[in-house]
């Protein structure tokens, strides 16, 4: 029996089981009935979460609505370079060992979809696994982030948001009275915020209303916490980023999906369309953290974008200040880390929605991250940007981290053996 065969026999019934559950639950609610009791969300808390058992986190996008990003008029194609400059072999620690692995192995093993690297304006490797091709579409996850913070970067500099320092109830009035005032907008992007957030898997835990709340604009003016003081801690929160998404959203009269079409997508020549999910068509809400869904390519593209310090062959695109600014380490950011502190204990650090690595006093790598095994590497000293895509994490981003700060290095050296005129 073929595993398709025995997975929708399981499927099937399942579903129908937790379909029938989630339209008999009824609750006991307060007045004030909490989010988590509302019928469309426990609906996809049951069935949708019964779905991710059986199928690829990468097709996450074809369960929600979304907002259309219409690709450049005249597409940007890399140049092609030197495959060999890419070793066949990487290497991590593994304990207190060294441990070396076929990269091909590495990536067909732990679930890759896609895997490019790039230096300056070549691609040095560009190769698909699993199923996936040049054209397969990605929930890039976490790496939305970024992308989002791009487009902070470039409302601030357009005048639309005034400072970082601003509290966020200057654009969210609805804020005002709930106590969010000491809130900024650095706050929301350094995880800062303070705001509740809890990363479990209950209905009523703050990352999952996150991803499935069909009405995410109420559940962001009306019942949000506050946890803490901000500033105090680093706590990992989606809602910081959607809320960012709101003041985009108000502050350029537009979606972010839109921002990004006119600011980014069309100037630099992105090869494909993309997509930005919502959060149902009714509310029409982005979900800025984690449903832009893009092609592995065009990613590559961003990432090359920021290496270039958010110049575009002449002409700039993302402010040059805001890139820095938003991937070099703080030196005042003493902050203690509620959630991945392991990131923080391996040397790393966060900024604007950016996970970066000091190598020394001038030399640092930064990454946008996501949840799923997705990955926008930008190595500045050498000149490379590594893209990975995926569905499942296979290892634990400080492990690809290594494996991308090698072949990078790797690709570093043997460029300046060639004596490649943009070394000398």
Request: net charge negative; hydrophobic share 35%.
């Amino acid at each position: 029996m073929s595993s398709a065969v025995r997975r929708n026999r399981i499927d099937r019934p399942l579903l129908a089981l937790l379909v029938s559950l989630a339209g008999g639950l009824t609750f006991a609610a307060p007045a004030s009935a909490a989010p988590w009791t509302q019928g469309g969300y426990l609906y996809r808390y049951f069935v949708w979460g019964a779905q991710f058992v059986f199928t690829s986190r990468a097709d996450d996008y074809k369960r929600y609505g979304s907002h259309p990003i219409d690709k450049g008029p005249d597409a940007y194609h890399f140049a092609p370079g030197n495959r060999d400059a890419v070793p066949d072999t990487v290497e991590y620690k593994e304990g207190d060992a060294v441990k070396r692995v076929a990269l091909s192995e590495l990536l067909r093993s732990t679930g890759t979809h896609a895997f490019i690297v790039i230096r300056d304006n070549q691609v040095l490797y560009e190769d698909y696994f699993n199923g996936y091709a040049r054209d397969s579409p990605c929930t890039a996850w976490s790496v939305s982030k970024s992308v989002t913070s791009a487009l902070v970067g470039i409302a601030i500099a357009e005048g639309y948001i005034k400072s970082l320092d601003d509290p966020i109830t200057n654009y969210l009035l609805e804020l005002k009275d709930q106590g969010f005032g000491a809130i900024t907008v650095r706050n929301l992007l350094t995880m800062g915020s303070g705001i509740q957030y809890r990363i479990g898997f209950f209905p009523w835990d703050e990352f999952v209303l996150a991803g499935y709340y069909p009405n995410l604009r109420q559940l962001l003016l009306s019942d949000l916490q506050i946890m803490e003081p901000p500033g105090q801690s680093f706590h990992y929160n989606n809602f910081n980023v959607e809320l960012l998404g709101l003041i985009l959203e108000r502050t350029t009269h537009q979606p972010p999906s839109q921002y990004l079409q006119e600011k980014i997508w069309k100037p630099i020549g992105m090869e494909y369309p993309a997509t930005w999910s919502i959060d149902s068509d009714q509310d029409g809400f982005e979900l800025t953290p984690i449903l832009l869904n893009a092609r592995p390519i065009d990613l590559a593209k961003f990432g090359r974008l920021y290496l270039n310090e958010g110049n575009w062959d002449g002409k700039q695109i993302v402010p040059e200040n805001w890139v820095s600014e938003s991937t070099v380490r703080d030196p005042n950011d003493h902050r203690p880390w509620e959630t991945f502190s392991r990131w923080q204990d391996n040397g790393g650090y966060y900024k604007y929605l950016w996970w970066g690595v000091s190598q020394g006093k001038s030399d640092y790598s930064y990454m946008g991250i996501g949840t799923y095994g997705q990955f926008i590497f930008v190595s500045p000293k050498t000149k490379v940007v590594i893209v990975r895509t995926a569905d499942k994490d296979g290892i634990d981003p400080p492990y690809w981290r290594e494996v991308f700060q090698h072949i990078a290095d790797h690709v570093d050296e043997n460029y300046r053996r060639a004596g490649s005129p943009n070394d000398r």
